[in-house]
């Protein structure tokens, strides 16, 4: 008998386990996590060159470091060379885990508050 | 006996409200004000503040953009950084305001847009919200509620509270704290009610204001007035508790410092062709394609649902304007299915899928006037990226084809058919088919940089 209630909620442990990595895998891939990512934005500290990704339509992170390498060569301003993110990095938003891991260069820039 | 008045519990009236601050989170692209001089009047109005006003040079340090902009009332308007807190939830934004005619002024100014209206009310020009003015101290002056551009009520520091009990009473048109009687005066019935609000501003300084709303509630021979038409006159320096100071400018309406900086103004980007002007310079469009799964069919994939944008090049001699727009929604969340929409700069975007042709000045011309007037309205199925790369080449007689594809199952109750990027890819593939001279690339690649947008005349 007791063999048998430990059984039921093992099993019930694996369904609800299973359930919630379904939501943490399905929130991290495309095109859900289109709708729930938040507005990647990149500023240099006066302002003058910014950007925002929008990844699910072509404007990705790379595409940033163009136009942030580009505005670099253009303006050669040593004094103003740090591109920062505007966002914070939110550890316990499981719907981004998987940016942290594919697309983790995006939070190795220095935080600026906007 | 029970008591049947309809209650609403704290959790419930905490619940509605993170609600709707978290629906109030939606983005809104606004317009560049028009009147923007040169920064040659600026560095001169600059110079001035600083002779007038030397602490002004550590607020303006501060500036979070290189943005600054002149309003109709001719005041200029500094971004600068910080953000007020009100309700618990960082909103609005902060900005130094310099009135360069006499009286000559400046002073601090938050801005925080009611986030209601502006997310029912997404193309509103009229601002609507909670104005707040400070000396250059940071010391809390007045300011005022706005609805549609006209003031409904003047905010007041709290220790003010006395001084103005005291205007309120030496004038018997008004009542005081909570009045709920009309009082009289000589054409018009008042109401007024004053009630204690606070919050916190950039500097981390909680401010308790004073606020004081009043309304016509009916005229004396008897026929009711508007009861929403305000007393206080934003032009009335009075109905700004500032007893004589200058009226709180209205800002044009924005979410957040900086967003401007980021708007993509479609028009200016296509005036940039016109600073070639050889009569025989080549026009060029490229149609770019982002399919979500790269060679199949697929409608979504690792790309999401993909995306398509046009480069425009027109050259004459060594000189050479590119420049790459995409059309996108403006929402964020699931607003992104069905918001404004707006065009983004493309410039440096990885495609998968190349098509181009060589357009006539006349066609070329066609075609910047239908990107420089983009749709409204995006909708994820028929007003999206696709439907505007077929409408701008219907538009120029581009033979760009039909992206509408079928999207889930057809028939009564179901979406039927899209636009999508995947059916403008299988448009592609189907004309080289037909034509293997067609000019199509699937090898993919990565799009040149675009000019950006040009002031000229």
């Known amino acids: ?114 | 006996m029970k008591d049947h008045t309809p209650t609403t519990s704290y959790p419930t009236k905490g619940l509605l409200i993170a609600l709707l601050l978290t629906i109030a989170c939606q983005k809104k692209e606004l317009p560049i004000p028009d009147h923007a001089t040169t920064s040659s009047n600026w560095e001169k109005i600059k110079q001035n503040a600083l002779s007038t006003h030397p602490q002004l040079k550590d607020l303006l340090a501060t500036q979070t953009s290189a943005a600054y902009f002149q309003t109709k009332d001719s005041t200029w308007h500094i971004p600068i950084s910080g953000t007020p807190i009100y309700q618990r939830t960082k909103q609005g934004y902060r900005e130094i305001v310099i009135q360069p005619q006499q009286p000559y002024q400046s002073w601090i100014q938050e801005n925080i847009p009611d986030p209601y209206l502006l997310q029912s009310k997404k193309n509103t020009d009229t601002y609507t919200g909670r104005i707040l003015r400070y000396n250059l101290n940071s010391q809390f002056q007045h300011g005022a509620i706005y609805i549609q551009d006209r003031a409904i009520a003047s905010l007041l520091p709290n220790n003010a509270q006395t001084e103005q009990r005291g205007q309120l009473s030496a004038n018997p048109a008004q009542q005081n704290k909570h009045s709920s009687a009309p009082s009289r005066t000589m054409d018009t019935y008042l109401n007024c009610y004053s009630y204690q609000d606070n919050f916190v501003d950039a500097n981390h300084v909680v401010n308790i204001v004073l606020t004081t709303n009043c309304y016509v509630t009916s005229t004396p021979n008897g026929s009711y007035s508007d009861p929403s038409v305000p007393l206080p006159s934003r032009n009335d320096p009075q109905s700004q508790g500032g007893g004589g100071s200058p009226p709180t400018t209205i800002p044009e309406p924005s979410n957040l410092p900086g967003e401007n900086a980021l708007k993509v103004d479609p028009k200016k980007l296509m005036d940039c062709f016109k600073s070639i002007t050889n009569p025989n310079a080549a026009y060029q469009v490229k149609l770019l394609v982002i399919e979500p799964l790269p060679g199949t069919f697929f409608n979504i994939g690792p790309n999401s649902f993909g995306h398509v944008a046009l480069a425009l090049t027109k050259t004459a001699g060594d000189q050479s304007i590119t420049q790459v727009v995409g059309y996108y929604p403006t929402g964020t969340g699931l607003d992104k299915l069905q918001s404004p929409g707006q065009i983004l700069d493309n410039g440096g975007i990885e495609f998968n899928m190349e098509a181009s042709w060589f357009l006539t000045g006349e066609n070329f011309e066609k075609l910047t006037n239908f990107i420089a007037n983009p749709p409204r309205d995006y909708d994820y199925l028929k007003s999206n990226c696709a439907t505007f790369a077929y409408q701008a080449g219907q538009a120029a007689g581009i033979p760009i084809p039909n992206p509408s594809t079928q999207v889930g199952l057809s028939g009564p109750g179901h979406i039927g058919f899209a636009d999508t990027p995947q059916g403008m890819a299988s448009g592609l593939r189907q004309m080289q088919a037909n034509d293997k001279n067609a000019p199509i690339n699937q090898a993919g690649g990565t799009a040149a940089l675009s000019k950006g947008p040009c002031n000229n005349p």
């Open chain 1, 1 to 114: 008998m007791k063999t048998a209630k430990r059984n039921t909620k093992s099993q019930t442990q694996k369904i609800l386990g299973l359930f919630l990595l379904t939501i943490i895998v399905l929130s991290n891939i495309p095109p859900i996590n289109t709708f729930l990512l938040p507005n990647y934005h990149y500023q240099n500290h006066s302002g003058s060159f910014q950007y925002n990704e929008y990844p699910s339509k072509g404007l990705t992170y790379a595409v940033g470091q163009r136009r942030w390498q580009e505005y670099l060569n253009q303006t050669n301003n040593p004094k103003d060379d740090t591109l920062y993110r505007t966002f914070q990095i939110r550890p316990w938003a499981f719907w981004e885990w998987g940016q942290y891991i594919v697309n983790n260069k995006r939070y190795w820039h220095p935080y600026l508050e906007n």
